[in-house]
Each structure stands twice: as structure tokens, then as C-alpha cells.
């Protein structure tokens, strides 16, 4: 007789931080997917019973990062005791322009996208991604501000200027808080409308973003 089921593991998100990252670029998809819940309802956030996500922040080494703004910000893991990660977010910020020359982190986004079920970018993560050879072959978008220097390193004819989340196989999305939107993205896609509207109601989110079919394309 076959032994007891042991319970599914939840989808890893690892979301990479480095100093000068934009907060709200890593802290709103952490909200998001931290929060979202397969059952309904105020209580079901008091454990993580009905959560289909793990999320934690990883950087290069255990160091403390400074985020902008001064906030800091202790990693859960490093790029060297980092587990599996099933999806990768790469966040923006003025720290992205350093690690565009940093074979190390590129590497590192090269070789977890590859393993990874979805490799997703907020804001000018983009431009790591296009650097480190993810994007190839693919639509995407950045900050309306960094566009023209996602198109030198990218195809600019596959830089989408008017989306605010590029779903092209990686997903990208546009400035900031876009990254909410992005999130609730792949909510939806993985867990169902029901529940991404249900997170929305719950984080009081304007449902309007979350929606495939608005804003992703």
C-alpha cells in the first residue's frame, strides 16, 4: 500500500535585491504573491495553509542591501545557498546601471531563468534581463525613461513602448508599480482570475489592472 501523499510544494519566487534597488519595484510583487491565498478570506492570511507561494529576496551575498530611499533590507538567501527558484524577478532601480558590467549577477540571471518555470522584470530589471541574454528573440518594456537604453541593448523593434506588462514568454512590465500589475499577471495565469481578483479585493488594489487582457499583451 502506497504511503501517505506528502503536500505539494508551493512555487518558489525569488526576488533579487542589490543596493540602489527601487523598493516598491521588489516589495510590491513580495506583497502580492505573498499575500495571494487559494481560499478566500481574512483568516486564510493568518497561515501560509492555502498559499501557493514562497517568496524571498535573494542577493549576491548575505549583506545587508540599501534600497533607495535608505531602506535596508536583509536577503533571505545568497546566490550561493539560494534553493530551486520556480519564478525569478528581477526589480529595477538605479543599482541596475552598476550590475549591467557584473558578470557575476548576469550569469546568475542567465543560469535561474534557464531552470526557472517564468523569469519575470519590474521597471529597468529589464535591462539585466536583456544584458544577460534572456530576452533574446522577445518583446519587452522598462521604465519609459530607460526605453531608448533598453532599446541600445536590446532589439528596438521588440521594445514595446505603450504596455504596461509584456507577457512574451518572460514578462516584463513598465516603471514602478507596474510591478503590482505584473504580479497579479501571473497570479491570474497560474492561479485563476478568481483568486488574483480575490488578492486585489483583499490588498484593496484597484481590480482594474488585474486582467491577461488589459495591459498585457
Known amino acids: 500500500m502506497a504511503g501517505p501523499t506528502s503536500p505539494a510544494r508551493r512555487t518558489r519566487v525569488g526576488i533579487l535585491i542589490f543596493d540602489d534597488v527601487e523598493v516598491l519595484d521588489f516589495a510590491g510583487p513580495f506583497e502580492v504573491f505573498s499575500r495571494t491565498r487559494t481560499v478566500p478570506g481574512a483568516e486564510s492570511r493568518r ?35 539560494a534553493p530551486p527558484i520556480d519564478i525569478v524577478v528581477v526589480p529595477g532601480g538605479f543599482g541596475t546601471r552598476p550590475l549591467l558590467d557584473d558578470r557575476e549577477t548576469l550569469d546568475w540571471i542567465a543560469a535561474r531563468s534557464r531552470e526557472a518555470q517564468l523569469t519575470t522584470s519590474v521597471c529597468t530589471g529589464a535591462l539585466l534581463l536583456a544584458k544577460s541574454g534572456v530576452l533574446a528573440g522577445r518583446r519587452a518594456t522598462t521604465h519609459y525613461l530607460a526605453l531608448d537604453l533598453l532599446a541600445s541593448l536590446h532589439d528596438p523593434a521588440r521594445v514595446e513602448r505603450e504596455q504596461r506588462v509584456v507577457d512574451d514568454g518572460v514578462i516584463t512590465s513598465a516603471g514602478v508599480a507596474a510591478g503590482i500589475d505584473m504580479a497579479f499577471h501571473v497570479v491570474e495565469r497560474l492561479c485563476g482570475r478568481a483568486v488574483a481578483e480575490e488578492t486585489a479585493r483583499y490588498i484593496e488594489y484597484p481590480l ?6 488589459r495591459g498585457a499583451s
Open 47 to 81: 497561515d501560509d495553509a492555502a498559499a501557493p507561494f514562497e517568496v524571498f529576496t535573494v542577493a549576491r551575498t548575505p549583506a545587508p542591501v540599501t534600497a533607495t530611499g535608505g531602506l535596508v533590507v536583509t536577503p533571505r538567501h545568497s546566490f550561493a545557498d
Open 208 to 213: 482594474a489592472f488585474v486582467t491577461s487582457g
